[in-house]
């Protein structure tokens, strides 16, 4: 086993790996760009090496920069977690050729899996069902045209290198193929450092369901069931389950039989996600394979008693994959649910900033994997994920019951998130019937404003504040008054014989 | 919610304070008093009665109607930010020089328009030059946060008179980023 571990990340896929390396008494390093000093990943690892300025470009995804913090700290190997390097294969290669471990698939079966174009070609070639789409990326205009024509609009421009929806369009008509392109092709550079994207047909109103997959570096492989993530944003999935409610044990074994094929055919090892798209009769497609952890990995782990992260570790560092397929049952269900940092009031736009206050909810079956604090600065370079909120339940109704309740449990303060849209979300009946398809937010939640209760709330909310300017400025037992304002001409500050109600 | 009920009548007023806040950038109203140990609180037509308690500097607790609601409160200079049920509000005292940032355009005078990023974020392209012609939602600059394209648009017809930003720049929502004249009408 490994004696330290660096983790090439940030946030809470960081704070998700240092925990696994405490637990399995691997000594764990940080890596942080400047802006990222007094993030939580930083505070918690053994040790924590600066590895360049605020854009990832310049630090996170700097391969040389991330070898050299191993090199003179002794990590014998890396955790990418998701985003970043993690399904970089020539990070990969780099790593092999300098006798550092990557935690993650051997670099040419990421190479092939991360080439969505290549790995589409393989699953073909394999007898798995696959979306229509472009077998090769292209950078002719001509032959984009040409391909949607032939595929039919709508289509969807995707990018090679994509995963988390960057760089992906969906295109009506021809007009709006080039501008749908080139910010495709923007963000896909931005994103991953490589700007080829290609085109494929938008299937409407799939579902999106994943089966989790665990291969050891022999070759044997096991599927740890489903993962449904239909709910989704900008093509950016923000609430997520298992089981599907799609899935009878029928499709569900057929599935899992064809993610295990799958990645057997890419010759992949540690864990990884075959993502499918399942239309409206219960057809179902190769959409791509995600060679990294997930975000959404807890719930596999609620339900199946598995921790994935110290798989990955087992595996990397040569040790047999020990689960059978026929011991994987999961067993309850389980709910994730994204907590970002931006604004649904306004169309989702980021909200970085300060988080003046923090209370992480807590309760039976309830976990909450967290990248922040209360009095860390969010900031503007990266992903607005700030935690996770994961409730496992023995039934699906439960499990939304509590997820409901855990979300107005959780509480940040200071800049604009998720969570009660979320919240809306979760308690809305078409998501609660199990109805839900990837239209389902652009459907009933083309914007997000006032919704019943609202007026109350926010009356509830002004009562507060007022309770509390009225016991700072008269400050009747106890309360310091932490910001107490100058002498101003208040009307409150005549209000001598204010007390605190309630005290029964 | 309904707890607020309509006006009740009876109960001779004590001493009342009254706020003016802007919530979420929208001004309210609100007074407040304390009857017997009970809290008051009164908007127009709409009451609540609540025994509230304070539980930690960033906690309340309500009690009505049968229900206990935790508040939760934390104060950043000016504004307090507030949760109820899972929901958050910014709340500050109105005050006639606070604006509303974070709202895009803005009308300079009849003429002229400047152009807000409506987050922070950092320039990644910017579109247009000075002295160019523009029409209404045409994209002028796109502003990158959290990995995230934002394209922020012209909302007139007219004329980039300056542009106040660089490929690269960190802006915030209150510097303007481009100034938009609006084309003199064709005698």
Redesign the interface.
């Known amino acids: 086993m490994f004696g330290k571990i660096l983790i090439a990340n940030r946030g809470e896929i960081a704070v998700r790996v240092i925990k696994a390396c405490r637990e399995m008494g691997i000594g764990s390093v940080a890596v942080y760009s400047e802006v990222d000093a007094a993030g939580l990943h930083v505070r918690l690892a053994d040790e924590a090496v600066p590895v360049g300025p605020p854009p990832a470009a310049e630090s996170y995804l700097d391969m040389d920069r991330i070898l050299e913090a191993a090199r003179v700290t002794g990590a014998e190997a890396i955790h990418p977690g998701y985003g970043f390097l993690s399904e970089n294969a020539a990070f990969a290669r780099l790593c092999e050729e300098r006798g550092v471990v990557f935690i993650g698939p051997n670099s040419k079966a990421l190479e092939l899996v991360g080439d969505k174009v290549r790995a589409r070609q393989t699953m073909e070639k394999a007898g798995i069902p696959t979306v229509p789409g472009m077998t090769s990326v292209s950078t002719s205009l001509e032959e984009f045209r040409a391909a949607a024509r032939a595929l039919g609009y709508p289509v969807m421009v995707k990018a090679s290198a994509g995963g988390g929806g960057?760089g992906m369009r969906i295109v009506c008509d021809e007009d709006g193929l080039v501008p749908a392109l080139e910010?495709g092709r923007?963000?896909a550079k931005?994103?991953f450092g490589d700007d080829s994207v290609y085109l494929e047909k938008y299937i409407e109103e799939p579902r999106h369901v994943e089966f989790q997959v665990l291969a050891d570096n022999r070759g044997h492989t096991v599927h740890l069931s489903e993962r449904e993530c239909s709910i989704q944003r900008?093509h950016q999935k923000i609430v997520e389950e298992t089981p599907s409610p799609a899935l009878d044990p029928e499709l569900r074994a057929r599935m899992g039989e064809t993610a295990v094929r799958a990645m057997r055919a890419a010759g992949y090892n540690n864990a990884g996600t075959v993502e499918f798209l399942l239309d409206k009769d219960r057809h179902f497609y190769f959409l791509e394979v995600n060679a990294r952890i997930q975000v959404e990995h807890p719930v596999t782990e609620l339900t199946t008693g598995v921790d994935l992260v110290r798989q990955q570790i087992l595996i990397a560092s040569g040790a047999d994959l020990s689960l059978r397929q026929e011991d994987l049952l999961p067993r309850g269900h389980a709910i994730e649910c994204r907590i970002y940092?931006?604004?649904p009031?306004?169309n989702f736009?980021?909200?970085?900033?300060?988080i003046?206050?923090l209370?992480e909810p807590k309760g039976p079956g309830i976990r909450f994997d967290s990248g922040v604090y209360e009095g860390f600065e969010v900031p503007?370079?990266?992903?607005?994920i700030l935690a996770k909120l994961i409730v496992w339940a023995e039934d699906r109704e439960a499990a939304l019951r509590r997820m409901s309740a855990a979300?107005?449990?959780?509480?940040?303060?200071?800049i604009?998130?998720t969570?009660?849209f979320l919240?809306d979300v979760v308690d809305h009946p078409e998501f609660r019937a199990g109805r839900a398809t990837t239209s389902f937010i652009g459907k009933f939640f083309p914007s997000w404003g006032r919704g019943d209760?609202?007026e109350?709330?926010?009356?509830?909310?002004?009562?507060?504040?007022?309770?509390?300017?009225?016991?700072r400025t008269s400050g009747p037992k106890g309360?310091p008054g932490?910001?107490r304002k100058k002498d101003r001409a208040t009307?409150?500050t005549?209000?001598g014989?204010?007390?605190?109600?309630?005290?029964? | 919610m309904d707890d607020f009920g309509p006006l009740a009548g009876g109960g001779r007023d004590m001493s009342v304070a009254v706020f003016d806040f802007l919530l979420d950038g929208n001004p309210r109203k609100i007074s407040v008093e304390t009857r017997d140990g009970i809290f008051v609180a009164r908007e127009g037509e709409r009451v609540l009665e609540a025994e509230v308690r304070r539980i930690t500097a960033n906690e309340l607790q309500f009690r009505f109607g049968g229900r206990s609601v935790r508040v939760y409160l934390a104060r950043d200079g000016e504004r307090t930010f507030v949760s109820v049920d899972g929901r958050e509000f910014a709340v500050s005292e109105s005050r006639p020089e606070i604006g509303r940032p974070g709202e895009g355009d803005e009308k300079t005078a009849e003429t002229s328009f400047r152009v807000r990023s409506p987050m922070p974020g950092k320039v990644t392209k910017i579109a247009v030059v000075e002295g160019e012609e523009v029409r209404k939602n045409q994209t002028l600059v796109i502003v990158e946060a959290m990995k995230m394209e934002n394209e922020i648009k012209t909302a007139i017809d007219g004329v980039v008179k300056k542009i106040h930003v660089a490929v690269g720049d960190l802006v915030d929502s209150e510097r303007p980023l481009i100034e938009v004249e609006k084309k003199s009408p064709s005698p």
């Open positions: 960057k910010a923007r963000e931005s994103a900008r940092a931006e604004d009031k306004t736009l980021p909200s970085p900033g300060r003046a206050f209370r503007v370079y990266y992903d607005p979300l107005d449990d959780c509480v940040i303060l200071g604009h998130t969570a009660g919240k209760g609202e109350d709330r926010e009356r509830l909310a002004l009562a507060a504040v007022a309770y509390e300017a009225l016991a309360w932490r910001d009307p409150w005549t209000l014989r204010w007390r605190a109600g309630g005290e029964t």
